[in-house]
């Protein structure tokens, strides 16, 4: 829109008229405040009525926001710009600080005021759902860079680590279920886990992630103790993710290791503590989860894209959608009212305590 500007010298002249109309420039003036009052009022409308708001609602909160902030535009921004007469310059030095103070206790008494809310007034069930989103780890651990606040090793005390876990946040949430099941074992285990770093985009053109790929086959292929390697990501597209992986497979392989890749758990398609605990606090139905039969589609599709590999290189597939799906749905909440997912799809500390007879396997128990 920039580069099609509607003046006399207008790269896109057709589209000078529509630039320069009414409606468009009214936006541009008071496209600041549409974006300060549009956050404020959906968030209030889906906190009281639920995440999916009806289209007519929708339209009428767009309506508010540009009514809204039509009238900030012209009675708070427009007066500030008028120029202002000559102050003190001790004024001048101390109304901004004023001003800095100011928001600083503000912000201090509201971020009071929300904890305060949140352990006093809220049923200990909703504040228990919420809560289900800071049950995760944090932190990654890649073989050159090691994070302060996630551990690296991983299973029994004094043991040389014979299992690596490579992949990104997906590999993490497995942690602590392959902990403890490797801690049982009396076996120990590395970790090369990277966010957003796919053990299958070997063209990714993040250097990084390119960078940390390379170095982790490496150190699976050069150290002589590693025996096993466990992959996990959200894998993408099946056949686009078996075709990447074929090099890397073939390449532990033939050097001996056996290889286990963890499938995707289901995915919720919402943000699941939020959601759970506003449904508790307004005694609204959760919104319908994933029926089993449309997510084990889904895995078939890996599982028959991964079959080739599975018979060329002995690829072991770990899928963990027992854990999360009976015959007919796949849940958010586990029987005894543990919530099984800290965002929309990577599983909590507590799933993943329940999930560790998945690396029976692994660890020969």
């Given at each position: 829109?920039?580069y099609?500007?509607?003046?006399t ?11 320069a109309?009414?409606p ?5 003036k ?20 639920g995440p999916?708001?009806p ?8 309506a508010?926001s ?11 921004e ?11 310059s001790?004024a ?13 206790v503000?912000g ?12 006093f ?22 073989l050159?860079?090691?994070?302060r ?12 680590p ?15 279920a392959i ?6 074992s ?31 086959l ?7 103790s590693i ?11 099946p056949?686009?993710t ?33 959601t759970l605990?506003?449904s508790?606090?307004?005694g ?20 028959e ?11 072991r597939?770990?899928d ?19 919530v ?15 999930s ?10």
């Open positions: 829109i920039i099609a500007r509607p003046g010298d207008a790269c896109f002249p057709r589209l000078r008229p529509m630039l109309s009414f468009v420039s009214m936006t541009a008071i496209s600041y405040s549409l974006y300060l009052w549009h956050w404020p009022l959906f968030v209030l409308a889906r906190y009281n009525l999916d708001l289209l007519w609602l929708t339209i009428a909160l767009i508010l540009f009514a809204l902030s039509t009238i900030t535009w012209a009675w708070i427009q007066p500030f710009l008028k120029p202002l007469p000559p102050l003190h001790f001048k030095l101390t109304a901004p600080a004023f001003m800095v103070v100011m928001l600083v503000t201090l008494l509201v971020r009071d005021v929300a904890t305060r809310y949140a352990q007034l809220l049923p200990e069930r909703v504040t228990a759902l919420a809560d289900a989103g800071l049950d995760r780890v944090h932190g990654d651990c890649s050159t860079i090691r994070s606040d996630f551990p690296c090793r991983l299973g029994a005390p004094g043991r040389k014979d299992t690596l876990i490579w992949g990104n946040s997906f590999a993490r949430m497995w942690t602590p902990d403890a099941a490797a801690t049982r009396g076996r120990a285990v590395i970790a090369a886990i990277l966010s957003s770093c796919n053990p299958a985009q070997n063209g990714n053109e993040d250097a990084e992630c390119r960078q940390f790929n390379t170095e982790t490496h150190f699976a292929l050069t150290d002589s025996k096993t390697v466990i992959l996990s990501a959200n894998w993408g597209d056949d686009e078996a075709t990447s992986l074929e090099d890397t497979l073939r390449s532990l392989h033939d050097n001996g290791r056996s290889v286990f890749l963890i499938l995707e758990p289901p995915a919720a398609g919402f943000h699941v503590p939020h605990a506003i508790e606090l307004r609204m139905a959760v919104p319908k989860l994933q029926p089993a039969a449309t997510h084990w589609q889904d895995q078939n599709r890996y599982i894209a991964f079959t080739p590999l599975v018979k060329r290189y002995g690829l597939l770990i963990p959608t027992g854990q999360f799906c009976n015959k007919d749905i796949c849940r958010v909440l586990d029987d005894d009212g543990t099984l997912y800290y965002d929309s799809a990577h599983i909590t500390i507590a799933a993943a305590l329940k560790q007879s998945l690396f029976q396997t692994i660890f020969g128990e």
